[in-house]
């Protein structure tokens, strides 16, 4: 057997319309009972996942996703400089990413594979934009780095609520062509 690594969880609440909430109780019973020691953090807001990224990463061996992809990036961009591993529990209305590395969905499965210490090594992705104000910013990125259409579709399907995944992005292009 070998040692257990330490957890840190960002888990971002509204990812999967809200579905992320409900994994919270029954992953905490399932860490507790298997004696791994972890981190449970919350996110407020846009971004605030990659400071607490950045946080949990000085102290933990991994550093766990809970979200979309949107959540993925901005925790991958809290861990740059660190020595802590980025992994991921996929509850978002894509996943794109996740298809890609192929973590289990279902959550017992999904943390005996973020233990397991197999690891893969990813790109990742900078760029750097200047907004209209012309204030520069430099962004990380893992999976893709959407702008123009792509990121009006991420903006409106929020306003979908009763689909998720790949049935989603359908609908809407079904509404808008």
């Known amino acids: 057997m070998f040692n257990l690594p330490k957890l840190g969880i960002v888990l971002n609440p509204t990812a999967g319309r809200g579905g992320a909430l409900n994994i919270e109780k029954p992953l905490i019973e399932y860490l507790r009972l298997h004696n791994i020691v972890f981190q449970l ?44 591993s980025l992994a991921i529990f996929p509850i ?59 990121a009006e579709i991420a903006n409106e399907i929020k306003r979908i609520k009763y689909l998720r995944g790949l049935p989603l992005y359908i609908f809407w292009q079904q509404l808008k062509y």
């Open 92 to 150: 978002g209305s894509g996943n794109d990413f996740n298809r890609i590395i192929g973590i289990p969905k279902k959550m017992d499965l999904a943390i005996d594979a973020i233990i397991s210490g197999r690891k893969k090594s990813i790109d990742l992705g900078r760029s750097t934009i200047i907004n209209s104000n012309g204030v520069t910013q430099v962004k990380y990125f893992i999976n893709t780095l959407g702008i123009g259409i792509d």
């Open 41 to 84: 953090e919350k996110t407020t807001a846009p971004l605030h996942a990659t400071d607490l990224s950045s946080q949990l990463s000085k102290i933990f061996d991994i550093v766990i996703a809970i979200g979309g992809d949107g959540t993925v990036n901005e925790v991958a961009a809290g861990l740059i400089g660190s020595t802590a």
